[in-house]
């Protein structure tokens, strides 16, 4: 078990006036009890591997305790590794505490109170949910000096609260399946002693406990509603408890070690030509810890013990202070067998290990399996269902599109840096981000993972990045970052830090890094695209647009007369020169590729035309990437010219689309993945309002589905949507999120006939026993590499017929001066080119690039003769 909350032992003094802690320390003597050894650790913000702070920037160890350096409401700490059975037993709780200083108490109090938090339960059977989400019984003692459990508050005995109090908390069955709870209370200075004592449900004394300092904001200022379970931002009064010697003992105990969290928190990496990158995410440590993270491998053959001596350190990293991760860089790893790894870190006298395998790049599978997620809202953490159904769909890379947290996850509210340290801003993002890795961190530990941030992982409801410059307004919509510079570079180096070195590292204004760069893995050539960063704010380049800067709604404009080409206006951005110059080099780049996949935050239209929880409509949202419109084509262009398929998240509404630049389907096709927790609800109801609608795909003829002109004017052809339930069913969490459309998704690249398939599941299924209507209507769908460039073909060159190669990748380019027109990777040996002006003349470059093997063929004119050919030979 850790130390920091070790098996019963006794610390070495007592004094009489501790009598009542010493009378219970003779109980301690169970295997599942547990003392806390704070006494015995350096100063730090975390407490422990056995310990959840919330939130995690207002607790600490100073000085050998435990100690709320802010005051606030239900501020606590939630001890993971030891719980309350619901059999029949007892219980024993005691802790030493007081208030932070004597000026607090000597002072006029606020009205606030310390103590415990027993039987605590969250909203699913999760000791995870709990630690978040958790209601319990309190009991404590208030800061005028009153002991209480719940409701039953000790009236004629007020302790001082000058200097400690120790606490008893005992419970022993009563009658009719109830428990007599007594909480004892002993002021050490002045030797006062107070009692209160009431029966309660057994079923209220099962769960997890917790240590709470909590100041009544609601009691403070009536007129402001105090939010007990989750706490709110809620900092104010002068309430801060400090508390040490916490015991916890009886019958009902039972020790939960593999319940710990950290100090090695998760890991993430990517494998992409023979290069890993790994990040280890860590805790916020000490100045006398350890500030060295070791990444070592198990040398020889794989299947050797973990525990064998055969690990060899390959690496040894710092860890950044500020995002509280190491990175490890290992060039020319071998990519031809599984590698078993661990990180290694010195903490307390003991070196502590995360574990995994690196699996080998699966280029030699039939296919690629990727998994995508989007949309992280808290009330389904930690996301259990998902987790455990993706670990058996087994894929083999995991995609998280964006929104990994919401500013509203774990409560609290959120610190912005104008108002707090950017340290401080640091810890208050890093508990939330950890929600998320504690979910996924078991189907991490084996798989590479691309994090893409987005909107609110930099704390903002929405973004549009103008280049990195300074966000003014509310809402943002001028465009930019509202948060410190140092803070976004922090979140990007949790999220993206494990990813491939990005393709132009040069930084934004005020410094904000980049990230867009390329990924090969699996014979998949990914492209890693920013489509926020770099997008131009409305309000700057629509000054007099009126009304909401980056919505068009109903009372806005006259919807049968308006055009939406007026928001087009010359000076918007969406990916920006530097990302579409990217995005032509890749799509040229068929190195070890079969396949061409843009990731990136969200897809490139505007499908999502009723909003929010009562589904208003909205013309047009420039928040989505069908806006600028002409930025859109731009965008849509580059890909289609490397056949290149679109996963993305973000629209809390999945769906289909093949996408059309001047005419339907001229361009390629996107998957945009459902939430994870679907909160804000968004649909596509086109045919509600009666929007004109061209060819519903046949045989599925599902509603809202066919050929449309979007709210923007751009082309799109649904052929999926994941509408929210009309009503949604609110007897569990579950239920609630599987009704608001939750899931995830997964895509099946198919290198045997250069296929892929996209799959799309609802919340509420089991992996092990799948069924068709798990997945949402219209789901799965097959298409061909050859479809992501649907563009109609005004002629055809000659029949390529290539001797020596199989598979050859063929570029062709438009004369003069060679532009591309596309490239792709042919199945077999035969080909014949299309293209797109019947009188141009072309060249033709054939062959494997990355092998320096090519024939450039050139003044190739278009022929109507399907048996002309041109034979090239290697």
């Known amino acids: 078990m850790n130390k920091i909350f070790s098996p019963t032992r006794f610390l070495p003094r007592f004094t009489l006036p501790a009598l009542i802690l010493l009378t219970a320390a003779a109980q301690f003597s169970r295997a599942d009890d547990c003392l806390s050894d704070w006494h015995a650790q350096n100063d730090r913000v975390w407490i422990g591997p056995d310990y959840w702070a919330n939130p995690l920037q207002d607790w600490r160890i100073a000085g050998g305790r435990l100690e709320c350096a802010v005051s606030g409401g239900n501020r606590n700490v939630y001890l993971l590794t030891h719980e309350s059975l619901p059999a029949k037993g007892t219980l024993t709780l005691s802790v030493s505490l007081g208030l932070i200083t004597a000026a607090d108490a000597a002072s006029k109090p606020a009205k606030g109170w310390g103590g415990f938090r027993v039987g605590v339960k969250g909203t699913l059977p999760d000791y995870r949910n709990a630690a978040i989400h958790g209601k319990g019984l309190d009991a404590g003692v208030t800061t005028d000096g009153f002991l ?9 005995i007020a302790l001082p609260m ?136 198990l040398e020889g053959d794989a299947s050797s013990s973990p525990k064998s001596d055969k690990w060899k350190t390959l690496a040894t990293e710092k860890i950044d202070p500020l995002s509280c991760t190491a990175l490890f860089r290992m060039e020319k790893w071998d ?26 790049d699966p280029r030699d599978k039939d296919s690629l399996v990727v998994a995508g997620f989007t949309g992280n809202t808290d009330y389904l953490f930690p996301n259990a269902r998902i987790a455990r159904n993706v670990a058996i769909q087994d894929p083999d890379l995991l995609f998280f599109s964006g929104d990994q947290l919401y500013e509203s996850v774990g409560g609290y509210g959120i610190q912005k840096t104008s108002q707090v340290s950017v340290e401080t801003a640091a810890l208050d993002y890093l508990r939330k981000w950890w929600l998320c890795g504690w979910a996924f961190r078991e189907i991490l530990r084996d798989r590479p993972a691309v994090f893409m941030p987005d909107d609110h992982d930099v704390y ?88 909401r800067p980056d919505h068009v709604r109903p009372e806005d404009v006259d919807e049968k007369t308006w055009d939406p080409k007026t928001l087009d206006v010359p000076e918007a951005v969406l990916l920006g020169k530097r990302q579409l110059k990217f995005l032509d080099d890749w799509a040229a780049d ?57 996963y993305a998240g973000d629209q809390h509404l999945a769906s289909i689309v093949h996408h059309g630049v001047d005419e339907w389907n001229d361009a390629g096709w996107s998957f945009c993945v459902p939430s994870i927790a679907a909160g804000y609800p968004r649909s596509w109801l086109p045919d509600k309002e009666g929007r004109p609608v061209r060819n519903r795909p046949k045989p599925a003829n599902l509603p809202n589905t066919g050929e449309y002109k979007e709210g923007l004017g751009n082309r799109v052809t649904v052929h999926a949507i994941a509408n929210p339930a009309e009503k949604n069913r609110t007897k569990t969490q579950e239920t609630l999120g599987h009704d608001k459309a939750s899931g995830h998704g997964v895509v099946r690249f198919n290198k045997k006939d250069r296929t892929l398939t996209m799959e799309c599941y609802r919340l509420l299924w089991d992996a092990k026993k799948p069924k068709p209507e798990d997945q949402f209507p219209g789901w799965p769908k097959t298409i061909s590499v050859e479809d992501n460039y649907g563009r109609k073909a005004s002629a055809h060159l000659p029949k390529l017929m290539v001797k020596g190669m199989t598979d050859p990748v063929v570029q062709v380019l438009e004369m003069p001066g060679e532009k591309v027109v596309y490239t792709r990777r042919i199945r077999g040996t035969a080909y014949r080119p299309r293209v797109f002006k019947a009188n141009a003349k072309y060249s033709i470059i054939v062959g494997e690039p990355s092998q320096k093997k090519t024939k450039h063929l050139k003044d190739i004119r278009p022929t109507k003769d399907k048996n002309a050919t041109l034979e090239v030979t290697f």
């Open 162 to 297: 000058d200097g400690p109090v120790n606490l008893r908390f005992s419970a022993k069955p009563a009658a009719n399946n109830r428990y007599r709870v007594t909480l004892e209370g002993h002021a050490l200075d002045g030797d006062k002693k107070a009692t209160v004592s009431v029966e309660i449900p057994a079923d209220q004394l099962s769960g997890n406990f917790a240590l709470v300092s909590h100041f009544d904001a609601a009691a403070a200022n009536p007129k402001r509603k105090n939010k007990p379970t989750t706490g709110g931002s809620n900092r104010g009064g002068n309430v801060r408890y400090w508390f040490s010697k916490w015991k916890i003992a009886g019958d009902k105990v039972k020790a939960r070690p593999g319940r710990a969290l950290g100090p090695i928190l998760w890991t993430q990496h990517t494998l992409s030509n023979g290069n890993l990158k790994m990040i280890a995410n860590m805790p916020p440590l000490g100045a006398k810890d350890s500030q060295s993270v070791f990444l070592q491998v």
């Open 590 to 646: 068929w190195t070890g590729a079969q396949f061409k996949c843009v990731l990136s935050q969200t897809i490139f239209c505007n499908l999502a035309n009723y909003h929010g929880s009562n589904q208003q409509y909205l013309i047009a949202d420039l928040d989505s990437n069908g806006w600028p419109q002409t930025g859109r084509d731009k965008a849509l262009d580059a890909m289609r010219r490397g056949f290149a398929f679109h």
């Open 335 to 360: 990519d031809k067998k599984d590698t078993p790894y661990r990180v290694a870190y010195e903490f307390n006298g003991k070196t502590h290990y995360w574990t995994g395998t690196i699996r080998k």
């Open 460 to 547: 903002q409801g929405n973004i549009w990045g103008h280049n990195g410059r300074l966000a003014k307004i509310p809402g943002y919509a001028d465009g930019g970052y509202h948060m410190d510079p140092k803070w976004v570079n922090m979140v990007h180096r949790t999220q993206t830090g494990h990813m491939p070195d990005p393709y132009d590292p040069t930084p934004l204004q005020r410094g904000i890094s980049v990230y867009y760069t390329d990924m090969n893995y699996g014979g998949v050539s990914f492209a890693i695209v920013e489509d926020r960063k770099f997008k131009t704010g409305p309000a700057t380049v629509l000054p007099d647009k009126g009304g």
């Open 148 to 156: 209480f459990v719940g409701k039953e508050r000790a009236q004629k």
